[in-house]
């Protein structure tokens, strides 16, 4: 063997040796009484921690917050509150969106990304509230799922924010990275299995919390429980999470 391969040998053991000694033992199996407990002690420090979590795409009707939601896609609240103002003003209600211009639409949503798709499921879901449901915003999941543009996260915001129906629970990216590290899925595969983590999530809390949890949960992925660097030292709900200090 070469000097060169050698030295590339022992680079690799020692790369595996380092592996083996900082890895993380495993948890212990949680039983679900157990963890319906901590999820009751967790969900009370939240709402000690941010008592009036809400929604924080800017809107005053169901039609804007429907909007600001399909556009809040693939970008930040904060952009998407940036652009709504001018759309809003400009496409005041579902009729004068239904009658857009498609590159006028396309032209003031861009910031927002993936925008030509958006403006035309702006466009059609438009016209299809005023085609099929008079000019309102329905307020079912079931009539929800058929306007294009929306998916179930979508409805769930609709439905929870505006109209008080805590249908389901809003899983984004916060949402499914703060129930893993939580150690609250039990079904769901990891924080991207949107459909399971919801319904690992409802398992554990009173459906009347279900429209605040999410927007508690988005609020602390924002402040402390970030993607790459979370605020373990700063965290109040480091005590009951399992991955404090480990992420």
């Known amino acids: ?25 495993k948890r212990a199996r949680e039983s679900r009484p157990a963890r319906q407990a901590r999820a009751r002690r967790l969900f009370a420090k939240l709402r000690e921690t941010y008592p009036d979590a809400g929604c924080a795409l800017h809107h005053d009707s169901a039609y804007q917050l429907l909007v600001a939601t399909i556009l809040s896609a693939q970008c930040t609240d904060e952009r998407v509150n940036m652009v709504t103002p001018n759309l809003f003003r ?19 949503i861009r910031s927002t990304g993936f925008f030509r798709n ?19 915003i329905p307020d079912t999941m ?11 996260k979508t409805a769930n915001c609709v439905l929870g ?41 409802k398992d554990l809390f009173p459906r009347d ?29 480091a005590e009951n999470c399992p991955s404090a200090g480990g992420c």
């Open 118 to 136: 958006k403006a035309r499921n702006l466009r059609g879901m438009a016209r299809q509230v005023c085609d099929e449901f008079g000019g309102e």
């Open 1 to 25: 063997m070469s000097s060169k391969s050698a030295r590339k040998v022992k680079r690799v053991k020692q790369a595996a040796g380092s592996t083996r000694r900082t890895a993380r033992p």
């Open 209 to 237: 919390a279900w429209t605040y949890l999410a927007h508690a949960l988005i609020r602390h992925g924002r402040q402390i429980c970030s993607a790459r660097k979370p605020k373990c030292d700063e965290c109040p709900l």
């Open 90 to 108: 400009r496409y005041p209600a579902p009729a004068a969106l239904a009658a857009a211009d498609q590159e006028e639409l396309e032209a003031a």
């Open 161 to 201: 924010t505006w109209f008080g129906h805590n249908v389901g629970i809003v899983v984004d990216t916060h949402v499914g990275r703060l129930a893993e590290r939580l150690g609250l899925i039990r079904t769901a595969r990891d924080s991207k299995d949107a459909v399971k983590i919801e319904r690992d999530l």
């Open 142 to 152: 079931e009539e929800l799922l058929q306007l294009p543009g929306v998916a179930r």
